[in-house]
């Protein structure tokens, strides 16, 4: 039996837990820390007892975790607000934000308390530890931001801008980290580095920073609002929109690199690379926007190319050929275009498709969607259900809202993301009766979880609308579900179920093959079947492969939306860091080979 509201004093039962817990890990007492949790209770553990990002859950792997997790010393851990009782439908916990402090790091974590049953003692249902700073490597910001300017001898000779300069050249040191890829990812990542004194590198293919924005189709605005996508030490103003252009997020890319002082290389492509597993460096050349060639040997390689990759799955359809119209992967749809009296067939009902769709409309295209399996479905207006409180302009500050966001375990709360996917669709009820009407096939998602597990197990399967289903609706977008193209006709397409479309344009928004192919595409397949999977959820319920060691020593992968990128990318840091300075598990491993031979 529960105990009634009034006799509950959060913040008195949060710190005997807190004491319970740092008495069990003081002495490495896995039994005792275990008993601490429900039996179905979650410990997400970011680098702080593991080095690794981790989701342990019931009793017995959670004493395991502890008890075969490196020795980081004392490890200390206080509350250092009010803890809070907090009621979700039928549900109630105790919430506190802890700090911890060890003699290596420190860092942040959520706890949340239960009861169940008729046992009245309150124990963890999640435990959120979260590594924030290693001890004497902290980041050059607030109090211990640099003086600015040239000091003593150097004074006179250079200013900022001649240090700069020879800073971004690279001409008489070698990058620690190699970063491919100046988009959102690739850029946080750098400046994260930066903060910690990690020599980074930035490629990329396009002329300018943001480029990879700018050249998209012309109508393609961000489908998450700003609360949610801000940069790591540069926040959007109060003045941005909440749904941000794409030529404004690149020139907002472009700034934040300035700003942040990035090192990074335009107009340049990767030309050759190689591993030297002896000396656990990497062999680079790159062919700068000039021509020119440049060798460099960083430590570390990451590829920050984007989730879902570089490579476009592009269908292979017979009697292409014979095609009189155009045709093009989505990656190659710019828009633009006066398309009156033309027909155009999209492949493909997911973002990509729905916006691309819409453009062509609004050019004056008569549009038909092909739709190969459902998708779900949610308004912009209606996802902001999942944020309220966390992301939105009363919310918390957003290094507290990412906190909490990652404190819940992906695969802990199927209920919470079944209910509010539920409270979306109720918000969108009109919406998607128009659209079932139309004949359009919807999902709830996997496990009925929207978009989350979608966006987490497959990098899509979704559209977050912000118009295209109401013309679906009305009928102004043709819909053929459940169909594919079975080959090209002269002036159009065949379709799988006999039927034929004429069509002057088809754009298939088929996705794209997934980051490991980027990187069997770059750096070549000796590398690639050297890595485990990168993306999707492993056994534990974490994203496999990125912000992580991808089995290939040396290469990372960085990637996710600009709020996953902002808060997983310091744990990458923070790994790259522990290695360069020698407190990793895996750099004392390296200095023992190297040793040895």
């Known amino acids: 039996m529960t105990a009634p509201l009034n006799d509950v004093d959060p913040k008195a039962i949060a710190e005997e837990w807190i004491r ?59 509350m250092p607000d009010e803890a809070n009782l907090v009621e979700v439908g039928d549900d109630r916990w105790i919430q506190a934000v802890i700090t911890i402090d060890s003699e290596l790091a420190r860092g942040r974590g959520v706890l949340r308390l239960t009861q169940t049953g008729d046992d009245t003692s309150w124990k963890a249902w999640t435990l959120l530890t979260a590594m924030e700073e290693l001890v004497g490597y902290e980041e050059s910001a607030g109090a211990r931001r640099p003086r600015g300017g040239a000091q003593g001898a150097d004074r006179m000779a250079r200013n900022w801008q001649d240090a700069r300069l020879a800073q971004q050249e690279f001409n008489d040191s070698e990058p620690q980290v190699l970063v491919i890829g100046a988009g959102h990812g690739g850029l946080g990542l750098a400046a994260r580095l930066g903060q910690v004194d990690v020599s980074t590198l930035v490629i990329d293919r396009g002329e300018r920073i943001g480029d990879n924005w700018r050249n998209r189709y012309r109508s393609l605005v961000l489908h998450d609002p700003v609360w949610y996508d801000h940069l790591p030490y540069l926040p959007f103003p109060p003045t941005w929109p909440i749904y941000t252009p794409k030529d404004k997020i690149g020139d907002w890319l472009e700034f934040y690199a300035s700003t942040l002082e990035l090192n990074v290389w335009t107009g340049s492509e990767l030309v050759s690379s190689n591993y030297d597993d002896d000396d656990a460096v990497w062999t ?12 460099v040997h960083p430590r570390h390689l990451v590829l920050a190319t984007g989730a879902s990759g570089t490579e476009p799955n592009m269908p292979t359809v017979p009697d292409a050929e014979k095609f009189t119209g155009t045709f093009c992967h989505s990656s190659g749809f710019t828009g633009g275009t006066d398309l009156r009296g033309k027909k155009a067939t999209v492949v493909g009902s997911c973002n990509s498709g729905h916006d691309i769709a819409q453009e062509l409309h609004e050019q004056g295209a008569d549009v038909t969607m092909i739709q190969r399996s459902p998708s779900y479905v949610v308004s912009v207006d209606a996802s902001a259900i999942a944020m309220v409180g966390m992301y939105d302009e009363t919310g918390p500050p957003t290094d507290t809202a990412d906190l909490l966001g990652a404190s819940f375990p992906f695969k802990a709360v199927p209920h919470i993301h079944q209910a509010t996917t539920s409270a979306m669709a109720e918000a969108d009820k009109d919406l998607l009766d128009g659209l079932r009407r139309s004949g359009f096939l919807l999902s709830t998602g996997i496990d009925g979880t929207g978009a989350l597990m979608l966006f987490l197990q497959k990098g899509g399967g979704y559209y977050i609308n912000v118009g295209c289903s109401e013309l679906i609706a009305a009928g102004d977008i043709d819909i053929r579900a459940g169909v594919e ?113």
């Open 20 to 78: 319970g817990f740092t008495t069990a890990v003081a002495g490495r007492d896995s039994a005792a820390a275990a008993v601490l949790f429900q039996a179905d209770g979650w410990w997400r553990d970011l680098l702080i007892f593991g080095w690794d990002l981790r989701s342990v859950h019931g009793i017995e792997n959670i004493g395991m975790h502890l008890a075969e997790g490196p020795d980081h010393g004392q490890v200390r851990f206080f």
């Open 284 to 295: 680079v050349t790159i062919r700068r926007a000039d021509g020119s060639e440049r060798t």
């Open 485 to 597: 193209i079975q080959r090209f006709t002269p002036h159009g397409v065949r379709l799988t179920d006999g039927t034929a479309l004429d069509a002057d344009i088809v754009v298939f928004a088929t996705g794209f093959k997934g980051m490991l192919e980027t990187a069997r595409h770059l750096l070549g397949d000796h590398v690639a079947d050297r890595c485990g999977p990168v993306w999707g959820l492993d056994d534990e319920g974490e994203l496999q492969g990125i912000w992580r060691k991808s089995g290939h020593p040396g290469l990372w992968f960085m990637g996710g939306n600009l709020a996953m990128a902002r808060y997983y990318g310091k744990f990458l840091a923070l790994q790259i860091k522990a290695i360069e300075e020698g407190i990793h598990p895996s750099a004392a491993a390296t200095q023992q080979i190297t040793s040895a031979l």
